[in-house]
């Protein structure tokens, strides 16, 4: 087994990608906040809780209006203080298993890119972001700051209650992270292959593209996983028995396209915060390489 300080088939120590992947991780969450703010609330909408709005754009320009600018940062603080961990253990533990998964000349297949991305990502689910994510939705839901939402959820619920959704949560992100890592990592192959990029010497708006791309390929490959656990974390989540019986549910009131509900707001989000955050990832990992004389 390889030592624990070093990422397995790899010669980067674990630490580095662990370290980039949470300054990463913050920048892409403050940067796109505003976007995801939106996008959930319009994913808590129902026909019995209808929005004053009904798309991004109107959805900006209303909590603006009524709420302020700082409005759209509502919910922020929790994920911003699960983000950095969360993208932390996302890029380490798939450099992690990436090490692991290669072949004796060092590559990997797209299932096995898959395979280390599902893994980072159920990972950081159940570590961070569902506790974190519960907490964000409802603070949202009931229009309460994080401490006093989260006073409210343990008093009502008890600690049980900040684990609402996590296995909604761990099929989300265990999805989302495979599906990304995946289709970012073949995408660095074509571009490699095909002489648009330098693997020596990564280019920024080339990795913003890929990351863009990815963001959007998971997105359509798994919102029905997101609007479920958007529902599972909500403050009228009771109405649902589990899991199951939420997809169910959705299905029968909503139709299908009840599981693509937000899908718009979500990409308008998504898209830009991967291109953001696997631009910054690749170059902040090439800078503290430099910082460690690695």
């Not at 991780?25 to 959930?40: A, L, N, R, S």
């Not at 590559?107 to 950081?124: H, R």
């Not at 008093?155 to 990304?180: C, D, F, H, P, V």
Request: charged share 15%; aromatic share 10%; hydrophobic share 40%.
């Amino acid at each position: 087994m390889a030592p624990p300080s070093k990422s397995s088939g790899n010669s980067t120590p674990f630490w580095v990608p662990l370290v980039s992947g949470m300054i990463a991780g913050g920048v892409e969450t403050v940067t796109v906040w505003p976007m995801e703010f939106i996008k959930t609330q319009l994913q808590l909408s129902s026909p019995a809780n209808p929005l004053p709005y009904n798309s991004m754009s109107s959805g900006l320009r209303w909590t603006v209006q009524n709420n302020g600018f700082l409005g759209l940062y509502r919910g922020l603080a929790p994920t911003l203080i699960g983000s950095v961990p969360k993208a932390g253990i996302r890029f380490g533990l798939n450099a992690e298993i990436k090490g692991r998964l290669k072949d004796k000349d060092g590559k990997l297949t797209p299932g096995k890119n898959f395979v280390a991305g599902l893994g980072a990502g159920v990972s950081e689910a159940l570590i961070i972001v569902a506790p974190v994510e519960t907490v964000k939705t409802k603070c949202i839901d009931m229009n309460l700051p994080f401490l006093q939402g989260m006073k409210k959820i343990i008093a009502t619920e008890g600690i049980g209650g900040l684990y609402q959704g996590a296995a909604a949560t761990a099929m989300k992100q265990g999805s989302n992270q495979g599906l990304r890592f995946m289709w970012f990592n073949e995408y660095k192959k074509f571009m490699t292959s095909s002489g648009y990029s330098n693997p020596e010497k990564p280019n920024p708006l080339i990795n913003l593209l890929g990351g863009m791309s990815a963001g959007c390929f998971s997105t359509l490959g798994n919102n029905p996983f997101d609007v479920v656990k958007t529902r599972m974390q909500g403050a009228n989540s009771s109405q649902y028995s589990s899991t199951l019986d939420c997809f169910s549910q959705i299905l029968k009131k909503e139709g299908v396209m009840g599981y693509y509900k937000g899908v718009g707001p979500r990409l308008m989000r998504v898209v830009p915060g991967q291109g953001v955050i696997f631009m910054s990832f690749e170059g902040i990992q090439d800078w503290v390489k430099k910082m460690a004389g690695i």
